[in-house]
């Protein structure tokens, strides 16, 4: 098996195992404190035990999430994706250009939420 570099969390430096799927991931603390503009926490999660994607603010209701291919949101003032990992769970990742070619994503970092535009 080849060795990969080693790798921290681009939010809070902390040492992270490599997966090549996923370079520049962030630590579940980092990605559990997701938020929008305004600073409203985000929980993401999967849709069933097969995967899929929902989020929801913390303060509403569970039953209330929305189901989506993932997120443009913020950790640490940062704009980061959130989507579902290959295998399950979620994962988060730095935001590296712009939403061109990331179909399905809801935004979270203006003033209001908007839905995808596909």
Avoid: Q
Wanted: with cysteine; glycine share 12%.
């Amino acid at each position: 098996m080849a060795d990969f570099p080693d790798h921290h969390c681009p939010g809070c430096a902390t040492p992270r195992k490599a997966f090549p799927r996923y370079p520049w991931h962030f630590c579940n603390d980092c990605r559990e404190s997701a938020c929008d503009r305004a600073g409203r926490k985000i929980i993401a999660g999967n849709v069933s035990a097969s995967g899929g994607f929902a989020w929801r603010f913390e303060e509403d209701d569970p039953a209330g999430a929305i189901t989506c291919r993932g997120v443009i949101a913020l950790i640490r003032g940062r704009p980061v994706v959130l989507r579902e990992a290959r295998f399950g769970g979620i994962v988060a990742e730095p935001l590296t250009s712009g939403p061109s070619g990331m179909s399905g994503l809801w935004d979270l970092t203006g003033d209001e939420p908007r839905p995808p535009r596909d």
